[in-house]
């Protein structure tokens, strides 16, 4: 239905498919010739990429003719399992299983491919997150700095991100943000998403010469990571929601 139509301009367009109020989040993009819809990784809403002249209703009307659509992207949704003893999930891209044993220490420990950890088991999902958010901030800052002084320039401290519509950021005062969830995804994908914003601080655009400086910087295929983040990367946040 379009009642958004009815509503106040401002207010946030939204889809509905089956049970659910799916956000709708657009974006005018210059090089854009035609309407690209995805669902976001969480599945908590719907973004669409439309060219810079497009009209709000055709966009939304769009994403209405696509509900059938939806709810099969919806329905191929991983689903998660609760965070307990035996359950496996990913530590930069390999799986591991979660291991508890009252005679161990409450903070995790990486044992090959175990986290070990004792405590009470009620608070495992906590204390794993916090666990998973530390190694995040070590690896992320290792990166950064690695990347930094490719680039010649100084670097900022890391900031971690639960940002639900993207991996990383760099803001106008060169403040980078990363998505700590990268931690579970495999080191070259982590890696790609900070080379990427470091080259944001020496051009704060997508320019040619921002993808042949993010070519010298990143190490592997920044096509190959992104890849996998388009197939993969909903899968992130599953564990800790």
């Not at 657009?26 to 497009?54: K, N």
């Not at 044993?101 to 044992?111: A, E, F, V, W, Y």
């Not at 320039?153 to 990363?178: D, E, K, Y």
């Not at 495999?186 to 944001?200: D, Q």
């Amino acid at each position: 239905m379009l009642d958004w139509l009815r509503k106040d301009p401002q207010e946030q367009p939204f889809v509905e498919v089956g049970d659910k109020q799916l956000p709708i989040v657009i974006r005018r993009l210059a090089p854009a010739r035609r309407m690209t819809l995805r669902l976001s990784p969480d599945g908590r809403e719907v973004r669409l990429s439309i060219p810079e002249w497009g009209r709000t209703a055709e966009a939304i009307a769009f994403v209405e003719s696509r509900r059938d659509w939806l709810a099969s992207q919806l329905c191929a949704l991983p689903q998660a399992e609760p965070i307990a003893p035996g359950v496996t999930i990913a530590f930069r891209g390999e799986p591991v299983v979660i291991s508890h044993d009252n005679q161990l220490p409450r903070k995790p420990q990486l044992q090959g491919g175990s986290i070990r950890l004792g405590g009470p088991p009620e608070s495992i999902p906590s204390r794993l997150k916090r666990w998973l958010e530390g190694e995040a901030r070590r690896l992320l800052t290792a990166d950064l700095a690695q990347y930094c002084d490719r680039a010649g320039r100084p670097a900022p401290q890391v900031a971690l991100s639960s940002a639900r519509r993207r991996w990383g950021s760099c803001g106008p005062s060169g403040t980078i943000r990363i998505n700590w969830r990268l931690v579970m995804a495999p080191n070259f994908v982590r890696r790609s998403v900070v080379a990427h914003e470091v080259a944001h601080l020496v051009h704060f655009n997508h320019s040619p010469d921002f993808h042949t400086l993010l070519g010298e910087l990143f190490e592997g295929d920044t096509g190959v990571a992104n890849d996998w983040l388009k197939r993969e990367g909903r899968s992130l946040y599953l564990p800790f929601g």
